[in-house]
């Protein structure tokens, strides 16, 4: 029974492992263009919104510039994750339609998941990696240690399994980009990266409390300055990764056989 | 080998298949002929384990498509309609990638693809992205690919449609040494030329129905092996069918004006019409 569970997981994960291969091959072989274009949008929204804008300012204590660096890193997070896993499975579905390949081979669903979320996570760990090492550079003071490198993980697996979940419901790739103006773009500004939530309305907090990113900013903020774990937003954190991994697996039941 | 019984398949209240019962024999190679939008893709796609019946039933090799499909997914290759290969990726990675998610071992898969890069003449290709290569060399990227893990079935989905009449020969001739090495094919297309130059049995389908089945020459036989053309009667041209050239002559001598008209030996085209009212690339 134990020897037939733990052959599964190993065939399980090779097969994950093979899904996620196709897509490494792919951002090997333009991984410089990738780190130089993913790590362009944080640095200028570090440059603009941490020494323009809040050059001088202090949020709880702390200086605007520590503040919005973990936040941009959760954001950096967000969008490489979905925008790797997400982009990618919505050509290969709908563009190159080679997503059926993987559909008709002998794989379980699972590993079809894990392999097509995996790069999302593959791409967000190493755009955020890139952006904190610019940072520490540029605006060294908050601290990167092993609760922080597995809330980034954390962080990446939600966008990842959110970005498969929204290009497995796409009918065309304008969906895509409809999903990412809708959804994506307000949790940027609004989910507690550029700004803390002590400053907002009761009504506005508890709506943004509703957004993943909030809740990613929140415990990437507490891990980098050395404050305590806000536990809440850690679990809600996971609760968000098990709601996208088992809407992914709903939906991609629904378009297998 | 392909067992298919009362398969239907409805998209918002329309039927695409209707009714489908099909049986294919081991060794066979099985034309699917009919126009655009007839059911064969659909039909295709419900065989393959991608789309699911609306009722009835599939088998492959004994194996239940709707209850069964990890065990059905290991007994067929495919070559689809489209170009499903990734075309970031050159051909030998396109292939690695179909060995591996077919579980073939470090060794073999290396083994395999050089061996299948050589029979559908690929080898100087083999590191040349997808993007770059013609619309016949890569349709001879999804053959090897679809021959990678030995299935003894293979689905040839219109498979081509696209290419110039060069490439098409050469696709015909790795079809045929396809089925020559064993493999069971079961070919769509609505090339009438196609299915009369390469299938044993042929099945056409209108309007998701099979409408005829047989092979060529029988379905040629019971629609007349001769037919005589009538340009300019009516609204077009008239077609009568005759089982032999000289009753075909017989009626040609009546005829008070012989210039437009044309004897020939008939085909599946004329089957088609005949059955249908419509010409399979009308559409």
Same mark, same amino acid.
């Given at each position: 029974m134990s020897n037939s569970l733990v052959k599964r997981f190993w065939i399980n994960s090779q097969d994950a492992y093979t899904v996620l291969w196709s897509d490494l091959l792919i951002l090997r072989s333009r991984s410089g263009r990738y780190l130089i274009t993913t790590t362009i949008s944080p640095l200028l929204y570090l440059v603009a919104f %941490?020494?323009?804008? %809040?050059?001088g300012m202090n949020v709880n204590g702390t200086s605007y510039l520590q503040f919005v660096v973990p936040g941009i890193i959760a954001l950096t997070a967000m969008t490489a994750s979905f925008n790797g896993a997400g982009t990618r499975l919505n050509v290969d579905r709908l563009y190159f339609r080679s997503f059926d390949e993987c559909l008709m081979a002998p794989i379980s669903l699972l590993s079809l998941l894990l392999g097509k979320a995996l790069i999302g996570v593959v791409r967000g760990l190493v755009s955020s990696i890139a952006f904190i090492a610019a940072s520490l550079l540029? &605006?060294?003071?908050?601290r990167v240690g092993p609760l922080f490198l597995m809330e980034l993980l954390l962080t990446c697996l939600v966008f990842s399994f959110l970005g498969v979940l929204a290009a497995l419901l796409a009918r065309s790739h304008q969906d895509l980009a409809t999903f990412s103006s809708l959804i994506l773009l307000p949790m940027t500004f609004l989910g507690g990266t550029f700004f803390s939530? &002590?400053?907002?309305?009761w009504g506005l907090k508890l709506a943004l409390y509703a957004l993943p990113l909030t809740h990613c900013s929140i415990c990437l903020r507490a891990a980098a300055l050395d404050q305590p774990v806000p536990w809440a937003s850690l679990l809600a954190i996971i609760f968000f990764l098990m709601l996208f991994f088992s809407w992914c697996m709903v939906v991609l039941k629904r378009i297998s056989v | 080998m392909i067992l298919i019984d009362g398969l239907t398949r409805e998209y918002a209240g329309k039927r #695409? #298949?209707?009714g489908l019962d099909l049986r294919v024999e081991k060794g066979e190679l099985f034309g699917f002929l009919g126009p655009n939008g007839a059911g064969k893709t659909t039909t295709i796609r419900i065989l393959t384990t991608l789309t699911k019946p609306t009722s009835g039933n599939v088998f492959i090799n004994g194996f239940d498509v709707a209850r069964d499909p990890s065990s059905v997914k290991s007994q067929f290759g495919i070559v689809q309609?489209?170009?499903? *290969?990734?075309?970031? *990726?050159?051909v030998r990675e396109n292939l690695d990638f179909h060995a591996r998610l077919h579980h073939l071992a470090p060794e073999v898969r290396q083994e395999r693809i050089e061996e299948l890069l050589e029979y559908v003449e690929l080898t100087e290709h083999a590191d040349q992205l997808i993007d770059k290569l013609s619309g016949g060399l890569k349709r001879r990227t999804m053959i090897a690919r679809a021959l990678l893990h030995r299935p003894r079935l293979l689905f040839l989905d219109?498979?081509? #449609?696209?290419?110039d009449a060069q490439a098409r020969r050469r696709v015909w001739d790795l079809i045929r040494k396809m089925n020559m090495d064993g493999s069971t094919v079961f070919l769509t297309t609505h090339y009438i030329e196609e299915a009369e130059a390469l299938c044993d049995r042929v099945g056409i389908i209108h309007h998701g129905r099979l409408i005829a089945l047989g092979t060529p020459l029988q379905l040629r036989q019971k629609l007349g092996m001769i037919t005589v053309e009538m340009q300019g009667c009516g609204n077009g041209t008239d077609y009568r069918f005759f089982p032999d050239r000289e009753d075909a002559a017989r009626f040609l001598s009546s005829l008070p004006v012989q210039d437009k008209v044309i004897m020939r030996e008939s085909n599946l085209e004329d089957v088609f019409v005949e059955l249908t009212g419509q010409k399979v690339l009308d559409k």
């Open positions: %941490g020494w323009g804008l %809040g050059r540029l &605006a060294p003071g908050f939530l &002590a400053q907002v309305p | #695409v #298949v209707d309609q489209h170009m499903s *290969l990734n075309r970031d *990726l050159s219109e498979p081509t #449609v696209g290419l």
